[in-house]
């Protein structure tokens, strides 16, 4: 996990989840901006900040979001799979 962009959140945001994922949506409308305006360099930097604001979040929760995601996910591609051969 990202520990600096966590230490970051901690201190914008303390324990204010809410505040955290109103911030959240607002980056993933940057994103959505970015790419109605094919700027790549934009919609890189806002991807970022909302890869930084869910491990924020995941850390409120104490969920390890890479490990997670590597136990979601390799269940869900060996599903994909497994249904692409049928």
Do not use: C, P, W
Request: glycine content about 2%.
């Amino acid at each position: 996990m990202s520990s600096i962009a966590v230490e970051y959140y901690d201190k914008k945001f303390g324990d204010d989840r809410s505040a955290a994922f109103i911030h959240l949506v607002r980056e993933i409308g940057e994103i959505a901006f970015a790419m109605e305006k094919n700027n790549v360099e934009h919609a890189k930097m806002e991807i970022t900040e909302s890869a930084a604001l869910l491990y924020y979040l995941a850390s409120k929760y104490n969920l390890n979001l890479d490990a997670n995601m590597k136990i979601v996910y390799s269940k869900k591609l060996d599903m994909l799979k497994s249904a692409q051969k049928a």
